[in-house]
């Protein structure tokens, strides 16, 4: 039998420290994604980081960390706000009315003007289209 597998410490350690590898990489990975994301670094300034990232993965994805982290932060914030921004964009295009603001009250002023609603329903129904 292996030597590894014959004692559960070995066991333990061995998978205590594939699981601080695997997470090695997430961060290392993270550190990539954002470097590429950020528009306000320079071509220069994203290969040196490449290259920093590369020759020493861990050193360099803690040194990203500790120098960038702050905007890696907002730049992440800035994207979820977008994200969420686009979503309600799109809820309302899909739940709301497919008629413009004009045709809205054009179509309420006609109902007004008809008998079947009242002074004040158009004037809530215009505020709403407004709105």
Do not use: H, N
Not at 53 to 74: D, F, K, N, Q
């Amino acid at each position: 039998m292996d030597s590894i597998t014959t004692d559960f410490w070995d066991v333990l350690l061995w998978s205590f420290w594939f699981f601080i590898w695997i997470a090695a990489l997430f961060v290392w990975f993270r550190c990539l994604f954002d470097l590429f994301g950020d528009r306000s670094l320079s071509g220069w300034g994203k290969a040196g980081w490449v290259v920093l990232l590369v020759l020493v993965p861990w050193v360099g994805a803690l040194i990203y960390l500790i120098a960038r982290g702050r905007s890696m932060t907002e730049r992440q914030l800035a994207s979820a706000a977008e994200m969420q921004a686009m979503q309600a964009k799109y809820i309302q295009d899909v739940a709301g009315s497919s008629k413009s603001v004009a045709e809205q009250i054009t179509d309420a002023k006609a109902l007004l003007d008809s008998g079947a609603i009242t002074e004040a329903e158009f004037e809530a129904l215009k505020a709403k289209a407004l709105s």
